[in-house]
């Protein structure tokens, strides 16, 4: 059975700081797709940041150069490090695991951390 926690979000002023951890069982971070995605109140869901299962990276527009996904291989764990924070960054963060199998994928989720940056 497949778990993520997610931990880490909070209240925040603008131009602060945070970091999300996300805590992975019954599948390994390194061996396959995470990400993280964020939803805003009326916004449809969007990818933020992720890994592929080959160890590249990818961010949305929005967040290069503030963000930063991160794993530990041996906490099974991987982190979304949030610098120079913005109030349009606002929103419930969560976790993303992709099992990729011979015929499709499958996605697993986090319950989701709220981040809140005020102006």
């Known amino acids: 059975q497949v778990q993520l926690v997610e931990s880490g979000g909070g209240l925040v002023q603008a131009g602060g700081s945070l970091r999300l951890s996300c805590a992975a069982s019954?599948?390994?971070?390194?061996?396959?797709?995470m990400g993280w995605y964020r939803q805003a109140p009326g916004k449809q869901r969007e990818l933020v940041a992720a890994?592929?299962?080959?160890?590249?990276?990818s961010y949305a527009d929005s967040v290069k150069g503030r963000f930063t996904i991160s794993r530990d291989n041996a906490k099974n764990t991987v982190y979304l490090q949030m610098n120079s924070l913005k109030p349009e960054d606002t929103a419930v963060y969560y976790c993303n695991a992709r099992r990729f199998r011979a015929l499709g994928s499958t996605d697993y989720w986090g319950q989701g951390t709220q981040v809140t940056v005020s102006s």
């Open positions: 890994f592929t299962v080959v160890g590249s990276t």
């Open positions: 019954g599948i390994i971070v390194s061996a396959n797709g």
